[in-house]
């Protein structure tokens, strides 16, 4: 498969079912954080705007044989520079539809965030590849599984308040992916560049979907 083609960061998705989300005021060494969390057997990580430096850290990632997206993508203008930079992905925490549109025109897969079964069908009809639900941890699993039952084809990624704890339960409800952030990248261990500590938290995390 062409890894240029934007079924292979939802193929990767499906098949791994998690992706890593990075908040940290500071990323050390983008590379060394993406490979290590491959190591620790999540290969998508969405780098987040709230980071200082993003499209930096975004392009010396890109090749560093992890998916990498851009997350908290705002604007038209950020997520035409999250794909020029080498993002594979955008992720919104709501529903922004000039950012749908970019994404959509480059067939870049963006995954619009959503709560409310009214927001899931917006995010739908401008062409989210998948919603984010945020924030997820609010009303838990069995709420996703609630959305499934109008929505039983969309691909749904919680996101807020998991961890390998209480990850599989929002795989159970019917998830497509569930997103890890601070259990598995606290952003003190990302800043002090902890490599093997963030490996050995992927690792745990995936273990615990990897039995759902």
């Not at 098949?15 to 290590?36: C, N, Q, Y």
């Not at 930096?56 to 090749?63: F, L, S, W």
């Not at 997350?71 to 529903?95: C, H, K, N, W, Y």
């Amino acid at each position: 498969m062409n890894p240029l083609d934007p079924m292979h960061v939802m193929d990767v998705l499906r098949t791994d079912r998690a992706l890593t989300v990075v908040r940290a005021d500071r990323i050390p060494d983008p590379v060394a954080l993406s490979i290590a969390l491959a190591e620790g057997g999540i290969r998508t990580v969405e780098l987040t705007f709230t980071t200082p430096g993003v499209l930096d850290h975004i392009t010396k990632a890109a090749g560093a044989g992890v998916l990498i997206g851009a997350g908290t993508v705002m604007s038209d203008e950020q997520a035409r520079a999250a794909i020029d930079s080498g993002a594979r992905f955008l992720v919104t925490p709501g529903l922004r539809p000039a950012v749908a549109e970019v994404a959509v025109a480059a067939g870049v897969p963006v995954f619009l965030g959503a709560f409310t079964p009214t927001e899931v069908a917006t995010a739908l009809d401008l062409g989210a590849a998948a919603v984010k639900i945020f924030p997820a941890g609010r009303l838990g699993p069995k709420y996703l599984s609630d959305l499934r039952g109008p929505y039983p084809g969309i691909g749904l990624v919680p996101s807020g308040g998991l961890s390998a704890d209480n990850a599989a339960e929002y795989l159970a409800a019917g998830a497509l992916a569930v997103s890890a952030g601070t259990s598995v990248v606290p952003p003190a261990v990302v800043e002090a560049g902890e490599w093997a500590e963030i490996t050995a938290r992927a690792r745990t995390f995936a273990a615990a979907i990897a039995a759902r």
